[in-house]
């Protein structure tokens, strides 16, 4: 992409180059830490490559089962002194963490959009989030409240507190590869658990990158090091975290077939799990929507990330009435989408992920032509020298009808199906009959239209909008779906709980034993 190299670090150019030292990555890194310290000895050796220009951005080992073990007796120590440690005190932990981040926001940023391919806007707010949810957390530190009831027997007091659970393990996606971490991390540790983190085997310099940042400030902090810990490699390594019984919550943030496995193997041993899994979301475009504030909502929601969230807008449900202006609006609207190097902030769409994606995504194309799907703007694969990874894509808009198969899927690429409706009812149905429930919003000036929407029989997502997409979110707010999405919850509102176990305290401050429900028992 012409850039100028760098002596340091020869595969990639001055820019990046740049980050990689306030950063302070090197080219080989051990893929296994427990806070400042790298755990074992470094063997088996994987390759990162950038999506954006294929180079070789740096190499880093894979983690032994042996050393797998020694970091989750590490992460146990931590969480043995942590969960004493005062919330608020963790709290502070985490507000430390904020300001380290709005630190290095911007190399952190450029990290993210060259090892995972979206755009440096996206990688940048990715790492907002990540301050954003270390406030949030910090100010919880002070308010994991409990409830107190009234005891049915005269002289006892009934309240329930929150005591922190263990080791939090985290397997996270390589389409957010830090902010999901944070989610997770800033909670779980506010809460008093120590956190173990497998990042995706497809982003994993993001993780070192943020576990030295954490390692840092738990060392000028003198904390104990198991306290953040990380490991690397593939799905082998996830399973060893969704198997260990010394575990006692998996977060686990990725596809619906990856869920279905650890959902059922934490289940197995009585784990609790959070699962955030896959999407298909839908905007429901109605007839007195305004369209000026509809269509950058769909072009944002549907190439955005190049339709690799999983909040992506897959699916727009329109009214018969505007169908065929929403249609030429969107056509003329993806005639100006720039696809390019997503570090170049003119360009509007960056690259797919690697390989694998790309097959999926031509795949999924060739089952919109098998299935009857009608193309408005064509798909394809880019070539040229600006596109020499190939994994540059059209993003593209198919006419089709709701119980296509390749509909009812998500496929992880820029894809935006167009289907019709006459009443609002049938909208909300074809919205709920795909078996994700993730993200949904309706387009509406019409009152009695959204609340139809937000009924409790009107979308089955967990996230229901109003005259904004579906794409993205606060963090203020618990972030997660339903059905095959996996019914997670993370980030803001109450999502804490699920970090902490709970438990319900009756004392008594009487003369003589009174059992619940009237009971007697006298000898
Ligand atoms: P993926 O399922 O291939 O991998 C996700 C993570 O799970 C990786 O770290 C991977 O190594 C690990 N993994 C895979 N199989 C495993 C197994 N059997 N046991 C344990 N670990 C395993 O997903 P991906 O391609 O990285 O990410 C894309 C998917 O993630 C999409 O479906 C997207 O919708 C979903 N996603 C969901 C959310 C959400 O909050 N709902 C957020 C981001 C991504």
């Keep these: 992409m012409g850039r100028q190299r760098s002596g340091k670090y020869p595969y990639i150019d001055m820019k990046i180059a740049e980050c990689f030292e306030i950063l302070q990555l090197n080219r080989k890194e051990n893929g296994s830490w427990a806070g400042s310290e790298p755990v074992g000895t470094p063997e088996i050796y994987l390759d990162s490559h950038s999506p954006v220009d294929g180079n070789l951005m740096g190499s880093l080992s894979k983690t032994s089962r042996a050393d797998y073990d020694r970091i989750v007796e590490k992460a146990e120590a931590a969480f043995r002194i942590w969960r004493l440690t005062p919330a608020p005190k963790r709290g502070e932990f985490v507000r430390q963490l904020g300001e380290e981040l709005r630190n290095k926001k911007q190399a952190l940023g450029t990290l993210v959009s060259y090892e995972m391919g979206k755009s440096l806007q996206e990688g940048l707010g990715e790492v907002q989030e990540m301050i954003d949810i ?15 009831m009234h005891s049915e027997r005269p002289d006892h007091r009934m309240y329930e507190q929150w005591h922190p659970l263990g080791i939090t393990g985290v397997i996270s996606a390589f389409n957010f590869p830090v902010a999901v971490w944070s989610w997770n991390s800033a909670l779980a540790w506010v809460c008093g658990n120590s956190v173990i983190w497998k990042p995706s085997e497809k982003t994993p310099l993001c993780g070192i990158a943020v576990q030295k940042i954490v390692a840092a400030l738990l060392k000028k902090n003198d904390l104990p090091e198991g306290l953040s810990c990380l490991v690397n490699g593939d799905a082998e390594v996830g399973r060893w975290l969704a198997e260990d019984t010394r575990i ?4 686990a943030t990725g596809s619906t077939r990856m869920g279905r496995s650890v959902g059922a193997t934490v289940a197995g041993r009585f784990g609790k799990s959070i699962l955030e899994l896959g999407g298909n979301n839908a905007i429901i475009i109605t007839p007195s929507a305004n369209l000026k504030q509809v269509l950058p909502a769909i072009v944002f929601g549907a190439v955005g990330t190049a339709g690799q969230r999983c909040t992506s807008t897959r699916r727009l449900i329109i009214h018969e009435s505007v169908y065929e202006q929403v249609k030429s609006i969107l056509a003329q609207a993806y005639r100006q989408i720039r696809i390019g190097d997503p570090l170049d902030q003119n360009n509007h769409m960056g690259p797919l992920v690697d390989a694998q994606a790309v097959l999926n995504y031509t795949h999924a194309l060739q089952e919109i032509e098998r299935q009857g799907g009608k193309f408005l703007v064509p798909g394809g694969i880019l070539e040229g020298e600006a596109y020499k990874t190939g994994f540059y894509v059209k993003p593209c808009i198919v006419e089709a009808n709701p119980q296509m198969d390749v509909v009812r899927e998500e496929t992880f690429a820029p894809i935006l199906y167009l289907l019709s409706y006459r009443e609002l009812e049938e909208a909300i149905r074809i919205q709920n009959e795909v078996p994700q429930g993730l993200s949904s919003a309706i387009m509406t000036e019409s009152m009695r239209e959204a609340e139809r929407f937000l009924a409790a029989d009107g979308s089955d997502c967990g996230i229901a909008n109003v005259n904004i997409g579906t794409s993205g979110a606060e963090i203020g707010g618990a972030f997660g779906g339903e059905k095959e999405t996996g019914g997670g919850r993370e980030s803001g509102s109450d ?6 176990r709970r438990q319900t305290t009756t004392i008594s401050y009487s003369n003589k034993l009174t059992l619940a429900q009237g009971i007697k028992f006298d000898f």
């Design 495 to 500: 999502s804490w709980k699920a970090y902490m």
């Design 134 to 148: 270390c406030d949030f957390a910090t100010g919880l530190s002070r308010q994991l409240y409990g409830l107190t």
């Design 248 to 251: 006692p919550l998996i977060s």
